[in-house]
Nanobody, 115 residues
Framework: QVQLQESGPGLVKPLQTLSLTCTVS??????????WSWIRQSPGKGLEWMGA???????QYNPSVQSRISFSRDIAKNQVTLQLNLVTPEDTAVYYC???????WGQGTQVTVSS
């Protein structure tokens, strides 16, 4: 069974760096044909696609956060990591990792940016 689980801090101070890790089980992140995405949702707002890394390790970022975002992966641990620099309160959201094929989502993790 495919499962995704996000982990990371729940509170980050403004201008610091947010790091979140998505641990995947049930399928390798290198399996042909799958993209691994990061999506967030702010309170009272819709979903915002942040970017994705495909099975080859190629990244795509939403232009709205492109200057501050980066992805990495650890194949041995079957993990994908999101790094978001220079965070502001506007980055407060529930962050999800997801596999586009099959629409598998993690449960999400709440991140609050506040001093």
């Amino acid at each position: 069974q495919v499962q995704l689980q996000e982990s990371g801090p729940g509170l980050v101070k403004p201008l610091q760096t947010l790091s979140l890790t998505c641990t995947v089980s049930g399928v390798s992140i290198t399996t042909d044909g799958y993209d691994w995405s990061w999506i967030r949702q702010s309170p009272g707002k819709g979903l915002e696609w942040m970017g994705a890394i495909d099975y080859r390790g190629i990244f795509q970022y939403n232009p709205s956060v492109q200057s501050r975002i980066s992805f990495s992966r650890d194949i041995a641990k079957n993990q994908v990591t999101l790094q978001l620099n220079l965070v502001t309160p506007e980055d407060t959201a529930v962050y999800y990792c997801a596999r586009e094929v099959g629409q598998y989502w993690g449960q999400g993790t709440q991140v609050t940016v506040s001093s």
